[in-house]
Each structure stands twice: as structure tokens, then as C-alpha cells.
């Protein structure tokens, strides 16, 4: 009698594992990214695809591609980067904090010449978050002479589906 009632315990406990919940990978993926548009006496058109995982614990990790396109008078600039993004979001309050690495190479074309050049950049930033999308601004720490960006402070337009 007593191999039934344990041979009944196991099949129930196995039953019960079975049936938690499994969770898909897919579930947690989110794609999107970013555009940034500039007109003017410098025209510059941006777009940043990218993807991310979403932990359960406030966290996202992904990776992402940038391109820039920029001209201004005779010079015109072709920026190709491709990124490692983190992101984690604080609970209860709407912000998005950031940090990401990119490694960056340009082309710049003169009117009778050419240079090509690498740079990197590590961004931290703060956003507001509104679930899908966010907006504010980050700072990139690793700013030199090399960059081809007129400055190290650059604004957050992120959204993810």
C-alpha cells in the first residue's frame, strides 16, 4: 500500500513540474532603435536599429548598428558603428538608465581629398521611459579628437516594439 501512495506522491509532483510555465526567449525580445534628423546649414539623417533581451529583474541587454549621414558645405560624412547596449530600468519611476559601446569608423569626403577614420565611444545616459519609448540624453566618456561628432553629448530617441 505504501509503494501506491508513493508511487501516486511522485506522479503528482512530476505532473505539477510539467506544467509551470515555460518561457520563450522570443517573449523577452524586443526590436527597434533609434532615428536622428538635423537641418539646416548641416544636414545630418541617423538611423539605429537594434535589438534587445529584456531580464526580468529591470535589466535589457542587446546589440545594435548605426549609421550617420552627414553634409556640411562641400564635406560630407558616412558614419558605420555597431553597439552593445545595456539598459536597466528603475522600478516604480519612468527612468531608463543606459551604457553603451560602440566602435564607430567614418569616411569623410572633402572636395579633393578623403580620410578614413575608427573611434570609439562609451555613452551613459538617463532617459525617460514610457514603456516603448524614451527620450533624454547621454554622454560619452571616451570623447577625443577622433570622434567626427561635434561634441560628447548626444540626445536619447529610443523606442522598442
Do not use: C
Not at 538611423?47 to 529584456?54: D, F, L, Q, T
Not at 529583474?57 to 548605426?66: D, K
Not at 566618456?141 to 561634441?151: G, P
Amino acid at each position: 500500500m505504501k509503494k501506491y501512495f508513493l508511487l501516486l506522491f511522485l506522479s503528482t509532483s512530476f505532473t505539477m513540474i510539467s506544467q509551470e510555465k515555460k518561457v520563450d526567449f522570443w517573449d523577452h525580445v524586443q526590436f527597434g532603435g533609434g532615428l536622428s534628423m538635423s537641418f539646416g546649414s548641416q544636414t545630418t539623417i541617423g538611423i539605429s536599429p537594434s535589438v534587445i533581451y529584456n531580464f526580468d529583474n529591470g535589466f535589457a541587454l542587446g546589440t545594435g548598428l548605426t549609421y550617420v549621414y552627414s553634409k556640411f558645405d562641400d564635406t560630407k560624412t558616412n558614419v558605420y558603428g555597431a553597439s552593445i547596449i545595456s539598459l536597466y530600468q528603475i522600478p516604480n519611476i519612468g527612468i531608463q538608465l543606459s551604457g553603451e559601446f560602440e566602435q564607430s569608423y567614418a569616411k569623410r569626403t572633402f572636395p579633393n581629398d578623403s580620410e578614413n577614420t575608427s573611434f570609439p565611444a562609451l555613452y551613459l545616459g538617463a532617459a525617460y521611459n514610457t514603456g516603448r519609448f524614451a527620450v533624454g540624453i547621454r554622454y560619452d566618456v571616451l570623447y577625443d579628437d577622433r570622434s567626427v561628432y561635434s561634441s560628447a553629448i548626444s540626445p536619447i530617441v529610443r523606442f522598442y516594439f
